[in-house]
T-cell receptor, first 109, second 116 residues
Framework: KNEVEQSPQNLTAQEGEFITINCSYS?????LHWLQQHPGGGIVSLFM???GKKKHGRLIATINIQEKHSSLHITASHPRDSAVYIC???????????FGTGTSLTVIP | KAGVTQTPRYLIKTRGQQVTLSCSPI?????VSWYQQTPGQGLQFLFE???????NKGNFPGRFSGRQFSNSRSEMNVSTLELGDSALYLC???????????????FGNGTRLTVT
């Protein structure tokens, strides 16, 4: 049983396209994280959310606590956005971290 | 400010041996958490330390252990290595840990462990 489900698993987009990655979770959470991982392994934390919406540059993250769903949007996508995007939640009970399997994004020039 | 530093970057060990990995958090961060990443299982949570105390632990056998020192540096140890322990081990630090609202995570570049 996966506590965190992401879709799609793979995504190919043309430069400039608007991209959405979805994350659904089944546990009560205290926080949700969106992470970016480039080839080579380094992980960067993009957002931490507990409610509402956050924006950073071309990236927007939203969360709906009642529906247990979050989305990561990339506006005007660029080849440098090519990476694996991972959704992670910290459970409200037990403070465990659960991770989605990631969405591999390729942006073609 | 220096980022999270993990050492060593690469490690090759033989089945049955033990290994110790090190993580130095960002200055001022008191929480360190550890994760295992494999192609088959993805990212999995190992444990989290805050102020030298283990706050929570993932679903891993007792061969995996860790500790945190008074300067917030952390080590994790894997004893009696198995082939399946080959993975990228990542640590992350945050200013606080274990609180209901969470804290942003700052990841190190990881230690890639190969068990032969």
């Amino acid at each position: 049983k996966n506590e965190v489900e992401q879709s799609p698993q793979n995504l190919t987009a043309q430069e400039g396209e608007f991209i959405t990655i979805n994350c659904s979770y089944s546990v009560g959470i205290s926080a949700l994280h969106w992470l970016q991982q480039h080839p080579g392994g380094g992980i960067v934390s993009l957002f931490m959310l507990s409610s509402g919406k956050k924006k950073h540059g071309r990236l927007i993250a939203t969360i709906n606590i009642q529906e247990k769903h979050s989305s990561l949007h990339i506006t005007a996508s660029h080849p440098r956005d090519s990476a694996v995007y991972i959704c992670a939640v910290r459970s409200a009970t037990g403070n465990q971290f659960y991770f989605g399997t990631g969405t591999s994004l390729t942006v073609i020039p | 400010k220096a980022g999270v530093t993990q050492t060593p970057r690469y490690l090759i060990k033989t089945r049955g041996q033990q290994v110790t990995l090190s993580c130095s958090p960002i200055s001022g961060h008191r929480s360190v958490s550890w994760y295992q990443q494999t192609p088959g299982q993805g990212l999995q949570f190992l444990f989290e330390y805050f102020s030298e105390t283990q706050r929570n632990k993932g679903n891993f056998p007792g061969r995996f252990s860790g500790r945190q020192f008074s300067n917030s540096r952390s080590e994790m140890n894997v004893s009696t290595l198995e082939l399946g322990d080959s993975a990228l081990y990542l640590c992350a630090s945050s200013p606080r840990g274990g609180e209901a609202y969470g804290s942003p995570l700052h990841f190190g570049n990881g230690t890639r462990l190969t068990v032969t």
